[in-house]
């Protein structure tokens, strides 16, 4: 026999009826103890490093880190079959400790670490091709070369917070993502409270939950009824200063939003935007640049100036091979000069095949994707990584360390790093 329909609510909207329906729903499972506080968080771990590894990672020979551990200097490796030693991420932060206090005129080398008087250095990645995976590789690759680092997701879908492990749910989440620390009403939080462990010692992260987009509409009916100004850019300075003695680097991935883009780009000390090579991709780059600029100038107006420290491009998703990319990447060297990174990341079926696994390449072993698929890719990631690194070391007052000037091959289209760093 067919349920009764329950009539509807007097003058009630589509959309009103649905967010009932959703909320009615939500109520129901929070009562049952069945919603969840936070995002779901696949359980993964961490691979230990082959002491070769963490040789290279350290920029250190595999015959002296042996010798530091048969003298019980350091910390104690775990040693598996025919003596192999191996070391987990929290062991090699150990090591760099270590060799810092003993080699001090390599400190720098070893723990790079900003120090007294340097800034903290925030990177907003703008929304463009491989923006999500940009983001992701550049904050594990900051954090396994030993910086401290936040990375935050403005993106309400949650694209870079599954990269991390954390699967956004579609019921509603309270008070998780950085929507928490920049909202207008008394429900605001701190901007600890936000921020979430990674399985990379080191790295922390917010999540991006469909709460950020609620705060966009929010934003916009205050700019449209003109009864309080949405000063989301400010809010996301100020939340960052909040935590800025505990981290070394702020990656933000930006996502489709357009307050919280606006905060990102006012936050930033510099700016990484990424495009494909190829025309309609550079076409679509050209948008994205017109967005950037609709922001920047919209703050300025509003007597605040921005100084970034840098506005780089990158190269992603690259063919060194296809004759139509190679034109492509010759057109933006051309118009953007030394802004565009010497390093490209090269189309890799490795990269693909690690996200499928929802790992990093850095969170995985060639064996894993193959050797051949997984070294190429690891050089590209790190080319890139490595030049970042060394415009962070510039706008700190320190000289070059992870690329060196004249290892720079512009025809290939990317860099070498002194070691793959991984």
């Known amino acids: 026999m067919p349920q009764p329909v329950s009539p509807p609510h007097e003058k009630e909207t589509t959309s009103e009826r649905i967010w009932r329906d959703r909320k009615e729903i939500s109520d129901r499972l929070s009562e049952r103890g069945a919603a969840p506080k936070d995002p ?36 104690t490796p775990e040693t598996g079959t025919a003596g192999r ?30 120090r007294d008087g340097e800034k903290l250095q925030i990177i907003s990645v703008a929304v463009g091709s491989a923006s999500t995976t940009t983001s992701f590789y550049l904050a594990q690759g900051l954090a396994l070369q030993g910086f401290r680092v936040l990375a935050i997701d403005l993106d309400e879908r949650g694209s870079l917070s599954k990269m991390f492990g954390y699967l956004p749910t579609g019921l509603p989440v309270h008070n998780a993502s ?11 939080v701190s901007m600890g409270s936000v921020i979430l462990p990674t399985n990379f010692d080191g790295l922390n992260f917010v999540p991006g939950t469909f709460e ?9 009916r205050r700019y ?18 909040e935590v800025e003695d505990l981290y070394d680097v702020v990656v933000i991935h930006c996502g489709h939003g357009s307050f919280l883009t606006a905060g990102a780009y006012e936050a930033a000390t510099g700016v990484l935007m990424t495009v494909r090579p190829e025309w309609p991709e550079i ?28 506005i780089k491009y990158l190269v992603t998703r690259h063919d060194p091979r296809d004759l139509s990319q190679q034109e492509a990447v010759a057109l933006l060297r051309d118009s953007l000069g030394n802004n565009l990174l010497t390093a490209t990341v090269w189309e890799s079926g ?49 000289p070059p360390i992870y690329v060196s000037q004249a290892s720079r091959s512009t025809t290939a289209g990317k860099a070498k790093s002194p070691s793959r760093m991984a």
């Open 350 to 398: 490795a990269i693909s095949q690690a996200c499928t696994k929802h790992r990093s390449l850095y969170e995985l072993s060639a064996g894993d994707v193959g050797r051949s698929a997984y070294e190429q890719a690891m050089e590209t990631l790190n080319s890139t990584n490595a030049e970042v690194m060394d415009l962070i070391c510039q706008v700190w007052g320190r």
């Open 85 to 114: 030693r191996s070391y987990t991420l929290q062991q090699i932060n150990e090591l760099r400790a270590h060799l810092a206090s003993t080699r001090p005129k390599e400190a720098l080398k070893f723990c790079p670490r900003r």
């Open 283 to 310: 076409s679509s780059m050209t948008l994205s640049l017109g967005h950037f600029w609709h922001f920047v100038s919209l703050i300025e107006q509003a007597g605040r100036p921005v100084a970034h420290d840098f």
């Open 224 to 241: 449209r009824s003109k009864r309080g100004y949405p000063d989301a850019s400010i809010r996301m300075v100020d939340a960052l200063k």
């Open 40 to 75: 779901t968080a696949f359980p993964r771990t961490f691979r230990s490093f082959s002491l070769g590894e963490v040789a290279e990672i350290l920029g250190v020979s595999g015959s002296y880190l042996r010798q530091l551990s048969i003298d019980g200097l350091g910390p």
């Open 178 to 188: 950085m929507s928490a620390v920049l909202r207008y009403d008394d429900d605001r």
């Open 212 to 220: 950020l987009g609620e705060f966009e509409e929010e934003s916009s």
